[in-house]
């Protein structure tokens, strides 16, 4: 079970941009209290309509969390808008 947590947090992301079916992929995020995550594993990834654009969501992890990211390809920017820890239960 996760822990989630809903945030709207713009974020510096790293990404690799290149041709085929997933055509950019993050590498790694630096949130706002300086930390940075490196992206271990690319999930879902799906266009979301937002009015007249469209925000592109990606689901990463780092192996120990999964996050949501947001790229705004109107504006070029990228929000973490979800955060989920990993935990065993006993």
């Known amino acids: 079970m996760n822990d989630e947590t809903f945030l709207n947090e713009q974020v510096q992301v790293v990404a690799i941009f290149k ?8 590498v790694r995020f630096k949130k706002g209290n300086g930390r940075v995550v490196e992206v271990s594993e690319l999930g879902l990834r799906h266009p979301l309509p937002h ?3 469209t925000i592109h969501v990606f689901e990463v992890t780092d192996g120990g969390a999964d996050y949501r990211l947001e790229f705004d390809s109107e504006r070029l920017t990228w929000r973490l808008t979800m955060e989920a820890d990993h935990y065993d239960r006993a």
């Open 51 to 53: 009015g007249s654009k």
């Open 19 to 26: 041709p085929g079916h997933h055509s950019c992929q993050p």
